[in-house]
Structure formats: structure tokens, C-alpha cells
């Protein structure tokens, strides 16, 4: 691990309990070392996100506070800005998508940061998107690749509507999903679908990346 257990024990603690100018500081401090992109949203935003809906599920902190705690992660993302559009274009572009009635956007927005800090151009389109807009975003921007985000598992019939909606459409268009809400299932769903890939991690998703 490039960040040790006690800088990630003293950010998740800043981050539970609201305090987001502790947050910004010890963000900031990993970015003055030069920390690389990804071990940033791996070891820290990723890893306290995946600790605070545990504790969300495990009913030891409130809706309230995993609300809170997003929302300040999202703001930290800003920070990592200057360097993810530093990186040499090579002529790619991915449009990221959260499936519908999906409100969890935050996954959604790393994802697309790592496309970007990978030279591509992601195209985060939002929440809740609906099929219809994002075919729409799709005759627009053509893209490479397209990836879709679900946070719970609830949302599997409007991800499994949605590829229905983009495979038929555009059967040779490379898909690829991922999301918490595949811990409990749901992947079975996706590979039925042709040219639609499940992914698993962001260090996946960095190889997927690499392989065009």
C-alpha cells in the first residue's frame, strides 16, 4: 500500500465525521508527494467510499452521513483535476453513464477520471441516465467505449433494459460495467449480452484501457 494505515485511519475518521478541511489537507499533502492518480482513488477514495456504505449497510452510520461523506469525496476530486488533463491525448474517447434510477455518481465520475488521466476523452453524462439519452450521446460523440456504473444491486433491471437498449442498437459497440451493486450478483446478466464486459476494479478497468 502507498498510503499507510494511519493516514488512511485519520481520513476516513475526518471523513465520517464531516470535517472536510482535515480531508483537503491530507488530499492535498498526497498530491504534494507526488502521489500517483490512481493510488489516490484506490487506497483512499475508493476504499473509505467501499468502508462507509458498509457501515451504512451494518445500520453504524446514518443516510445522512454516507450523503456527507460523498459529497465532500466528490469535492476532493477537484483537487486531482491539474493532473488527470495534464496527460497526452491519444485519440480516444468513453462516454460513462450511472444506469437508470442509479443515483450513486461518484464510482461513475472516478471512472471517468481514469480515462481521462489514461489520455482519453471521458464523457461523464450524469445520474439516472435515460436509455434514450445516452443513445443519443452516442450517435453524437461516437465513442470507443462506453461504461456503465451500478451502485446497488436494485438497479440491475434498469442495467440489464439499458443494454438491451445500446446492444441492439449498436451491436458492435464495446461495453463494459462494474459497480458495487455486482457484489451481490448480477454478472451472469451482463455476459449474456455480446461485447459487454464486467469490471471488476479500477486496476481492471486501467488494463481494459491499455488494451486499445
Given at each position: 500500500m502507498v498510503i499507510s494505515e494511519t493516514v488512511y485511519g485519520d481520513y476516513l475518521a475526518f471523513l465520517l465525521s464531516g470535517k472536510?478541511?482535515?480531508?483537503?489537507?491530507?488530499?492535498q499533502g498526497l498530491i504534494d508527494q507526488k502521489i500517483f492518480v490512481k493510488d489516490l482513488y484506490l487506497e483512499l477514495f475508493q476504499r473509505s467510499m467501499y468502508q462507509?456504505?458498509?457501515?451504512?449497510?451494518?445500520?453504524?452510520?446514518?443516510?445522512?452521513?454516507e450523503h456527507m461523506a460523498t459529497a465532500i469525496t466528490e469535492g476532493l476530486l477537484q483537487l486531482v483535476y491539474p493532473m488527470l488533463f495534464s496527460a497526452d491525448h491519444v485519440g480516444k474517447s468513453a462516454i460513462i453513464a450511472c444506469v437508470p434510477q442509479e443515483y450513486h455518481q461518484l464510482g461513475a465520475k472516478m471512472v471517468a477520471d481514469i480515462f481521462e488521466l489514461n489520455g482519453w476523452d471521458g464523457y461523464f453524462v450524469g445520474a439516472n441516465t435515460p436509455t434514450e439519452d445516452l443513445l443519443?450521446?452516442?450517435?453524437?460523440?461516437?465513442?470507443?467505449?462506453?461504461?456503465?456504473?451500478?451502485s446497488l444491486y436494485?438497479?440491475?433491471?434498469?442495467?440489464?433494459?439499458m443494454l438491451q437498449g445500446l446492444t441492439?442498437?449498436?451491436?458492435?459497440?464495446?461495453?463494459?460495467?462494474?459497480?458495487?451493486g455486482f457484489l451481490w450478483g448480477g454478472v451472469e446478466v451482463v455476459k449474456?449480452?455480446?461485447?459487454?464486459?464486467?469490471?471488476?476494479?479500477?486496476?481492471?478497468?486501467?488494463?481494459?484501457?491499455?488494451?486499445?
Amino acid at each position: 500500500m502507498v498510503i499507510s494505515e494511519t493516514v488512511y485511519g485519520d481520513y476516513l475518521a475526518f471523513l465520517l465525521s464531516g470535517k472536510k478541511a482535515e480531508c483537503v489537507t491530507i488530499v492535498q499533502g498526497l498530491i504534494d508527494q507526488k502521489i500517483f492518480v490512481k493510488d489516490l482513488y484506490l487506497e483512499l477514495f475508493q476504499r473509505s467510499m467501499y468502508q462507509v456504505g458498509k457501515l451504512w449497510e451494518e445500520n453504524k452510520v446514518s443516510v445522512a452521513t454516507e450523503h456527507m461523506a460523498t459529497a465532500i469525496t466528490e469535492g476532493l476530486l477537484q483537487l486531482v483535476y491539474p493532473m488527470l488533463f495534464s496527460a497526452d491525448h491519444v485519440g480516444k474517447s468513453a462516454i460513462i453513464a450511472c444506469v437508470p434510477q442509479e443515483y450513486h455518481q461518484l464510482g461513475a465520475k472516478m471512472v471517468a477520471d481514469i480515462f481521462e488521466l489514461n489520455g482519453w476523452d471521458g464523457y461523464f453524462v450524469g445520474a439516472n441516465t435515460p436509455t434514450e439519452d445516452l443513445l443519443g450521446n452516442i450517435h453524437e460523440k461516437k465513442p470507443d467505449l462506453v461504461a456503465l456504473s451500478m451502485s446497488l444491486y436494485v438497479s440491475l433491471k434498469g442495467m440489464d433494459e439499458m443494454l438491451q437498449g445500446l446492444t441492439s442498437t449498436f451491436p458492435q459497440l464495446d461495453i463494459i460495467v462494474g459497480g458495487q451493486g455486482f457484489l451481490w450478483g448480477g454478472v451472469e446478466v451482463v455476459k449474456s449480452y455480446p461485447n459487454v464486459q464486467y469490471v471488476k476494479s479500477l486496476d481492471s478497468l486501467v488494463q481494459i484501457i491499455k488494451t486499445y
